[in-house]
Every structure is written in structure tokens, then in C-alpha cells.
């Protein structure tokens, strides 16, 4: 390449600075993290969130969602316990306990008593 007297070579200069700014502020596809793993985190927070205010423990939160990402439960839990603090928000008990308590004392009743002889036998019948 012939050398080029140093005025040429500052508009050169000039537009490849310019073009490298420029193409400094672009995304190029491809190159973000994954949309369903940002999905994935996200909903893990609010799990996290979630069992904070339903008054459960951590421990519980992660037997319960055992897919979720732990560091993001944990997250999650720990952000919605600041905001709870900070504002003086009392957590709402979990109604989840005590639905699966009621099928449990019914079952239970229906086996020992009659009732749950005779709804076998319609059963087969039909």
C-alpha cells in the first residue's frame, strides 16, 4: 500500500471511529442471553415472592418447586421480605394446607363408612 499523505488519512480515520461508535450501541441477535431462560428466572422470583408473603419457608418453597431455580427462589424471597418489612406488610397464611387436609378427613369417612361401599358398586354398574 503507498503511503498516504497524513490529511487523507484523517477522514479514513474519522469514519472507522464513527462507524465503530455507531455499531457499539447494536444487539446483534443471537448474542443476548436466552429469552426462556430470562423467562425461567423470572418466574422463579416470583415463586420465591410468592411463598414469602403465603408466610411459608424457604425450605417449604423449595420441596413445593422442586424445578425452580433455588439462587432464584431464594431471590425472590428475599426481595419480597425487604419490601415487606420496609412497607409493614403482613404476609397472607396459605389456604393450601387446609385444602388438602379437608380431602383427606372426607376419604377417610367415606372408606370406613357404607357410603363409600355402595359408590363403588354404582360405579361399576355404570
Not at 20 to 46: F, T
Request: hydrophobic residues 35%.
Amino acid at each position: 500500500m503507498a503511503h498516504l499523505p497524513a490529511p487523507l488519512l484523517r477522514p479514513r480515520y474519522a469514519a472507522a471511529s464513527l462507524a465503530l461508535v455507531l455499531l457499539s450501541g447494536c444487539e446483534i441477535p443471537g448474542l443476548g442471553p436466552d429469552p426462556r431462560l430470562v423467562q425461567k428466572e423470572a418466574e422463579a422470583k416470583a415463586i420465591g415472592g410468592a411463598c414469602r408473603h403465603a408466610l411459608r419457608g424457604l425450605e417449604d418453597c423449595f420441596t413445593l418447586n422442586p424445578k425452580a431455580a433455588k439462587a432464584s427462589v431464594f431471590a425472590g424471597w428475599k426481595d419480597m421480605d425487604q419490601y415487606m418489612r420496609d412497607n409493614k406488610l403482613e404476609g397472607s397464611p396459605s389456604v393450601l394446607g387446609k385444602l388438602e387436609a379437608k380431602p383427606d378427613r372426607a376419604s377417610r369417612g367415606g372408606e370406613a363408612g357404607e357410603s363409600g361401599e355402595s359408590g363403588a358398586s354404582s360405579r361399576n354398574r355404570s
